[in-house]
């Protein structure tokens, strides 16, 4: 192996990329659309919910409760509604997200010392918002209750302090204060498209050349198949790692997501996880007699690996018999990559047990695809 050849063979793989305006679209301008596209688009913070308002009691009681919800900045008043048609009406037709339903007597029941009931009707559709408008709603009436049980024991003239005993609840989330939702998918979003664009070209690395008829060319010229498949894959592995460092420098500056690790250490485990999907990249390419073929098994692959990888829903919650084939998944451990150095600033000594199974998975994969490669080219 000569690294004259090499050379050679990656000059032409450059220009053969460069000189096509689609191909550099795909590779700068499409990752820059999905980050912001998805940056924007992946994002489960829930600080709007359209409001019905259906008060029954207008009493001081059921205003202030409803005062309460309206200045929480989350239930947004849409229209107020006068029928149990409209409040089933509403929710059908999707114009209210939650209804707030006081009925008669709320005041009164409270005035008088009972427990008074309110009902917050709330679209189920999709369950994980459902579930937040849900925590909402019980955050309000919940603060509501415990002020109206203070102003009884005081008017009682019961001592606060020491005659009634509390507990003081105090949250305190680590490595995403804020509890921002976007902090956590754009590091997931820059790993999905690494692997897309890595395995998208990568993929159709040798079945182009078939197709256009230069790999009778490549296979009676002096170069090696351990030569030709490196100079294939290594302008690919410097492209995504430009892309990284691209899309890396987007999350942090435009979406103020924080970086708090190491981003050499970032760099190496994209080295690292590159050395798997590229090897992915090329078996595809070596089994595909067109690229419409290579194109069909990329997606075959890239799907599944996306939804086991615990970018959108968590491994755990997973039935047990499919999260033994997330073990199988490069994605998902490149996944906790990302993310541990983005978020929590970890190192080597606590990414090392991700770190691992990726290496042992590239050394697996690209030596498979260097035996398919060597049998395609003889």
Known sequence: MTFERIRAILIKEFKQ???DPRMKTVIFITPLVQIILFGYAANKDINYVPTAIYDKDNTVESRELLRRF??????????????DEEQNAVLDKGTASAVIHIDRGFGRYLQSGKNAAVQVAFDGTDSNTAMVIMGYAGTVIANYSLEIMKERIATLGLNT???VPSVDLRDRPWFNGNLISRDYYVPGVIATIVTMMSLLLSSMAIVKEKEI?????????PLKPIELMIGKLLPFAVIALIQVALITMIGVFWFHVPFRGNLLLMLISTCVYLFTTLGIGLFISTVSATQQEAMMTFFLFFMPATLLSGFAYPIANMPQSIQYFTFFNPLRYFMVVIRSIFLKGVGLDILWTQLLPLVIMGLVVITLSALRFRKSMG
Do not use: A, N
Not at 70 to 83: A, D, G, N, W
């Open 17 to 19: 990329v460069f000189r």
């Open 161 to 163: 302090g020491s005659g």
């Open 70 to 83: 309206i200045f929480s900045k989350y239930f947004i008043p849409e229209r107020y509604i006068y029928t």
């Open 213 to 221: 008829g230069t790999m009778e060319q490549l296979t009676v010229s």
